[in-house]
């Protein structure tokens, strides 16, 4: 399953921190590209999807590229693992407004198919900090969670992860740092944040915009 540049990031992360055989928890998996990610790399991987639709998509790509996870269909809100995990990734849903440079639609999508722009976004906003919840729920003391967006909107990204951490005291920022990426040290913010734009990268074309926090669970 072909990545942007930036959509690969979150993985990267994640490997940066975590041993081989780990178990790791993918979140929204479909259609697949993180998971493949994750299973290239030696690491146990449990698939969460909770559309029928993008579920068969990801065992489509599984099984032609090979690869086995164990995928359950569920809504992520409502599974609880037997196993605390290692590590959780959570691609969110979003208004992918960082993908605009090659889906110019998106703006029109959702201002004229869902209403408006805004109130779209602040029930997107609600999933992610349903799904943040749920995740910071799944791993074990020392684990931590890979958080992601392609969108460019602060509420999605940094207020997102800002207010995560004033509600959990058990979770720290961990900072990302420029020997864990192989793009521009200046996608990293001084939260240690990653924040792509699409005009990074741009003499091999540019890149997506993607938000990215790593968080990290201390009791």
Not at 49 to 76: F, G, V
Not at 93 to 107: A, E, F, M, Q, V
Not at 110 to 118: C, I, P
Not at 162 to 170: G, L
Request: aromatic share 6%; hydrophobic share 40%.
């Amino acid at each position: 399953w072909i990545q942007d540049i930036a959509a690969r990031l979150p993985v990267k992360i994640l490997l940066s921190k975590i041993k081989q055989n780990s178990n790791v928890i993918d979140l929204c998996a479909a259609p697949g590209g993180k998971t493949a990610q994750l299973l290239t790399n030696n690491l146990k991987v449990t698939s969460l999807e909770s559309n029928n639709k993008r579920t068969k998509i990801l065992k489509e790509n599984l099984n032609r590229l090979n690869l086995k996870t164990k995928l359950i269909l569920k809504d992520a809100t409502q599974y609880k693992p037997e196993k605390l995990a290692d590590a959780v990734l959570l691609d969110a849903p979003c208004t992918s407004s960082g993908t605009l440079r090659k889906n110019p639609d998106i703006l029109w999508r959702l201002s004229h198919k869902k209403g408006n722009y805004f109130s779209h976004m602040r029930s997107l906003i609600e999933i992610q900090r349903a799904l943040l919840d749920s995740a910071s729920k799944m791993i074990k003391s020392g684990g931590f969670i890979i958080y992601s967006v392609c969108s460019l909107e602060k509420e999605e990204g940094e207020n997102q992860i800002v207010d995560f951490i004033k509600k959990n005291s058990k979770f720290i920022i961990d900072p990302i740092k420029e020997s864990e990426i192989d793009i521009a040290k200046k996608a990293i913010t001084k939260e240690g944040f990653i924040k792509t734009l699409p005009f990074f990268n741009s003499e091999e074309g540019g890149m997506d915009g993607f938000f990215i926090a790593r968080l990290t669970k201390i009791n």
